[in-house]
T-cell receptor, first 109, second 112 residues
Framework: SQQGEEDPQALSIQEGENATMNCSYK?????LQWYRQNSGRGLVHLIL?????REKHSGRLRVTLDTSKKSSSLLITASRAADTASYFC?????????FGKGTRLHILP | DTAVSQTPKYLVTQMGNDKSIKCEQN?????MYWYKQDSKKFLKIMFS???????INETVPNRFSPKSPDKAHLNLHINSLELGDSAVYFC???????????FGAGTRLSVL
């Protein structure tokens, strides 16, 4: 079974709205990372949040981590067409990083 | 300058052939990875090398053989290609295991 699983699998919202994606995992982690993948491209790192952190911000991105619930959320505020992509969470456990299956986000004009 | 570069970008070949994909990083990282992304976009780690030494070798057919001539390069050689090998293969690197990874643009392999 997957270590990290994103929810929802797909999300369509109007431009300007906020988008929230969630990630749940099963084992204790060292850190959790969020990546974006545009169609036909490689993954691009967005944010890394350590296991002793609860929230981090980067521009329009806000990531939360709840280690008691083994879950994380990625919030994109004031979405733009360019935010259309797949978003992956990745959990770092010991020397290994395990990626979830991703959330496909589509921003409607 | 591209931080993680892999070649070729596209690879179309017949079943049974042997092919290689090359990866180079100019970030000075110690750890490099190969991932396979299937048609459902599931990203699965195949191998991880730290300073030229293999540290992760997931359940991958032994037709796949990684080679790291130095810590800036991690090549992937695939023998006797099969239809199920068709996927996008990504190379990545990081400062150390568990830290932020930097990905190449991917190699789209199509086995006919």
């Amino acid at each position: 079974s997957q270590q990290g699983e994103e929810d929802p699998q797909a999300l369509s919202i109007q431009e300007g709205e906020n988008a929230t994606m969630n990630c749940s995992y099963k084992t204790s982690i060292n850190n959790l990372q969020w990546y974006r993948q545009n169609s036909g491209r490689g993954l691009v790192h967005l944010i890394l949040i350590r296991s002793n952190e609860r929230e981090k911000h980067s521009g329009r991105l806000r990531v939360t981590l709840d280690t008691s619930k083994k879950s994380s959320s990625l919030l994109i505020t004031a979405s733009r067409a360019a935010d259309t992509a797949s978003y992956f969470c990745a959990t770092a456990v010991d020397d290994k990083i395990i990626f979830g299956k991703g959330t496909r986000l589509h921003i409607l004009p | 300058d591209t931080a993680v570069s892999q070649t070729p970008k596209y690879l179309v070949t017949q079943m049974g052939n042997d092919k290689s994909i090359k990866c180079e990083q100019n970030l000075g990282h110690d750890t490099m990875y190969w991932y396979k992304q299937d048609s459902k976009k599931f990203l699965k780690i195949m191998f991880s090398y730290n300073n030229k030494e293999l540290i992760i070798n997931e359940t991958v057919p032994n037709r796949f053989s990684p080679k790291s001539p130095d810590k800036a390069h991690l090549n992937l050689h695939i023998n006797s290609l099969e239809l199920g090998d068709s996927a996008v293969y990504f190379c990545a690197s990081s400062h150390d295991s568990g830290s932020t990874q930097y990905f190449g643009a991917g190699t789209r392999l199509s086995v006919l």
